[in-house]
């Protein structure tokens, strides 16, 4: 009997306990605020580019900014196409990056639902403006890209540009930064770093400074811009030296890792300099900054390209039937122990998701990254939080799939074409006719306890 009572009053209890529970979450949901709960995830997600001046077309750092595109917010935070990250964070971790949780997503939602309460007032979270000079420092020298005039024809383009530099004697690079002029319009720069010998070119400024790329004009447009030395051969390269994306500030590693040697005459090939669809008629004036140090680097980097231009067959090779989805293999062995810092998958607009993993002689996986839907307006370079060694002996495998039908909305062929890759000296570029397929991996020679080594800076 009393046994029945006691299981009675435990049932009673535990029902309780839930019916508490649920109230008081649904209590903590009426009472989300602006200030309390949605500026901390607006500020540490979106405002790097929502900003003054900023890399997306209006600033979300004010309770009336953020009321006033709060429908557009809870639609595109939904839809996971706010933040931009296509990297999926289940996967691997990076500096930086911006991705929002579900319930972070689902406390917008509710935000929006309720009316948008604006809470208590509390100062908002601390806010660092970007530095539209250097985010990096004093830089020991700026080089100024010929400027483009952009009209307000709302279509993207894309330049070959060169940079030409001179500077007294050798020396060693420890970063270099893009800083777009028009951060709203500048969508993306890729820069090469090509490098002379002492009387190899009499005269870096000779030929075009930039030229638009014209569709299938490709080596032209290249050749007009005269980078080979003055004998006909190639100066030595150094891929991908600097890099933009909106809301990315140069690649910099911690001190005394990833240095340069740069000799006195160099040039800066930007393949692409791509804008995005301008709504107005300005000149953009962007530079490079360039930082200095006379030591040598204590760990120096280097690059394997795995892929088009690359040290690694692609497999079948990369031509892509028109109308059809396919996929595409590359795959390099690594002859030394090594601890990558950073990587960059690189597809162009055919491209429908990205993954690449090392697997260890043991038969161990280590996973690098995955994109599971492929969007080639954000190719970061992803920078691990932690140095990722992987063992000599381990195959390093890339995977991409292309999609080259008619339910490609960024198909620049309608009807689709079959679609090949080029090899060329500049890097192809984001040309309608070529694809390409890269997994860039920049590393370092591994040490004991690098995978503790953090890259935040
Ligand atoms: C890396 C830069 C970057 C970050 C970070 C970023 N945005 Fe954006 N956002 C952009 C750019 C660029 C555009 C305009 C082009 C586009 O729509 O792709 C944009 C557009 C938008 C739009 C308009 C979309 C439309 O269809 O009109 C909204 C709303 C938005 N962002 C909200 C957010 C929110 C909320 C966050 C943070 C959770 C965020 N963004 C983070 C760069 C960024």
């Known amino acids: 009997m009393s046994k029945k009572f006691l299981f009675i009053g435990f049932v009673i209890l535990i029902a309780g306990i839930v019916i508490a529970l649920f109230w008081n979450k649904k209590a903590a949901k009426e009472n989300i605020t602006f200030t309390e709960h949605i500026a901390p995830i607006i500020y540490k997600n979106c405002v790097s580019c929502h900003a003054e001046n900023g890399a997306a077309p209006f600033p979300l750092l004010t309770y009336k900014q953020v009321s006033k595109k709060a429908k557009t917010i809870a639609k595109v935070t939904k839809l996971r196409y706010m933040p931009p990250w296509p990297a999926d964070p289940g996967y691997s971790h990076f500096v930086n990056e911006k991705y929002l949780t579900d319930e972070e997503i689902e406390t917008l939602q509710i935000w929006v639902k309720n009316g948008k309460p604006e809470g208590p007032d509390i100062p908002l979270p601390k806010y660092e403006k970007p530095n539209y000079i250097s985010a990096i420092g004093k830089p020991d020298l700026t080089l100024f890209l010929d ?12 330049f070959l540009i060169k940079i030409p530099g001179k500077i007294a004697q050798d020396t060693f690079v420890r970063a270099v930064e893009f800083i777009a002029g028009e951060p709203d319009l500048v969508h993306h720069f890729n820069g090469h770093l090509l490098l002379f010998a002492p009387d190899a070119k009499k005269n870096l400024w000779e030929g075009d400074l930039k030229t638009e790329i014209s569709a299938g004009e490709y080596e032209k447009d290249f050749e007009k811009l005269k980078l080979l030395n003055d004998d006909g051969t190639k100066p030595f390269r150094i891929h991908s030296a600097v890099n933009y994306l909106p809301g990315v500030f140069g690649t910099s590693y911690p001190d005394g890792i990833g240095t340069f040697r740069i000799s006195s005459n160099f040039i800066f090939v930007g393949n692409d300099l791509h804008y995005g669809p301008s709504d107005r008629k300005v000149w953009d004036k962007s530079r490079i900054n360039l930082f200095f140090t006379s030591k040598a680097p204590e760990r120096a980097t280097s690059e394997i390209m795995l892929g088009t231009n690359g040290v690694s067959k692609i497999e079948p090779p990369l031509k892509i039937p028109a109308g059809k989805i396919s996929k595409h293999i590359t795959r390099f062995k690594v002859e030394n122990d ?9 597809l162009h607009m ?12 043991n038969g161990d996986t280590i996973p690098l990254i995955r994109i599971p839907e492929w969007d080639f307006r954000w190719q970061y370079f992803y920078t691990f939080q932690h140095m990722v060694p992987i063992p000599r002996g381990s195959e390093i495998i890339a995977e991409a799939v292309f999609d080259n039908t008619t339910s490609n909305p960024n198909n620049p062929n309608k009807p689709p074409k079959e679609v090949g890759e080029r090899l060329e000296f500049g890097g192809a570029s984001m040309r309608a006719t070529d694809e390409m397929f ?13 995978d503790s080594v953090s890259l935040q800076r």
């Open 438 to 450: 890269q997994f860039i991996i920049t590393y370092t020679d591994y040490r004991r306890g690098d």
């Open 147 to 158: 400027s483009v005039q952009l009209f307000p024809d709302l279509r993207d383009r894309f």
């Open 338 to 346: 090594i601890s990558v810092l950073t990587v960059n998958p690189h």
């Open 350 to 361: 055919l491209g429908k998701s990205f993954l690449a993993y090392a697997i260890k002689p």
